[in-house]
């Protein structure tokens, strides 16, 4: 069973910088790893994911203000989601995903909320 953590979201005016990061536990051989994101009234959406291998894929909106990294020590893994020049439209609770490699099905964090002033 793996468990995800997400953390860093907060209240930040546009133009500003936050980092989350996601701690997930239970298993070091997570495969596939990424974070989505869910704006009021809308439906979740794919910001960034990354590979085991380390290959990173984002959104054409994040691109180029948002970076995606990964890391891992012992016991867990790490995602971090840097967000710099955030924008309104970027509000949103943030959810951070993964999977078991031989599995289709991903586990899934119970979010962050981040809100970007204008």
């Known amino acids: 069973q793996v468990r995800l953590v997400e953390s860093g979201g907060g209240l930040v005016q546009a133009g500003g910088s936050l980092r989350l990061s996601c701690t997930a536990s239970?298993?070091?051989?997570?495969?596939?790893m990424g974070w989505y994101r869910q704006a009021p009234g809308k439906q979740r959406e794919l910001v960034a994911t990354?590979?085991?291998?380390?290959?990173?894929?984002?959104a054409d909106s994040v691109k180029g203000r948002f970076t995606l990294s990964r890391n891992s020590d012992k016991k867990m893994v790490y995602l971090h989601l840097q967000m710099n020049s955030l924008k309104p439209e970027d509000t949103g609770v943030y959810y951070c995903?993964?999977?078991?490699?031989?599995?289709?099905?991903?586990?899934w964090g119970q979010g962050t909320q981040v809100t970007v002033s204008s």
């Open positions: 990354i590979t085991s291998g380390g290959s990173v894929n984002y």
């Open positions: 995903n993964g999977r078991l490699p031989g599995q289709t099905s991903y586990y």
């Open positions: 239970g298993s070091m051989y997570i495969s596939d």
